[in-house]
């Protein structure tokens, strides 16, 4: 079994900046997986959820959607098990509930991905 916890969400003003960790804890290798942050808004189901930014196993390449380049960062340490996104410049159209997800492929599509936690809501007020 799989853990996936997600933390750092809140309540935050346009402008500002918030830092998501996830832990991962279970059976999966952790360096073995790619991770990605997907965000999902009220009113649409988890299959419309959208791919904010992914790396790779090894930390070495990453990807962004367009809507968050050059704001937000991820990153990995795979001694903790760990993967951050830090979001700078929030905007209100940011808020979403952030899954942290493992793939053992990697990429933007959401059915390659195999174990997610609940999600951290972030919620960006004008």
């Known amino acids: 079994q799989v853990q996936v916890e997600e933390s750092g969400g809140g309540l935050v003003q346009a402008g500002d900046s918030v830092m998501l960790s996830c832990v991962v804890s279970?059976?999966?290798?952790?360096?073995?997986?790619?991770m990605g942050w997907f965000r999902q808004v009220p009113g649409k189901e988890r299959e419309e959820r959208e791919c904010?930014?992914?790396?790779?196993?090894?930390?070495?390449?990453?990807y962004y959607t367009d809507s968050v380049k050059g704001r937000f960062t991820i990153s990995r340490d795979n001694a903790k098990n760990t993967v951050y996104l830090q979001m700078t410049t929030l905007k209100p159209e940011d808020t979403a509930v952030y899954s942290c997800?493992?793939?053992?492929?990697?990429?933007?599509?959401?059915?390659?991905?195999?174990?997610w936690g609940r999600g951290t809501q972030v919620t960006v007020s004008s």
């Open positions: 997800e493992l793939s053992p492929f990697g990429g933007t599509q959401p059915d390659v991905y195999v174990d």
């Open positions: 279970g059976r999966r290798t952790f360096d073995k997986y790619a």
């Open positions: 904010v930014a992914t790396i790779n196993y090894s930390g070495d390449t990453t």
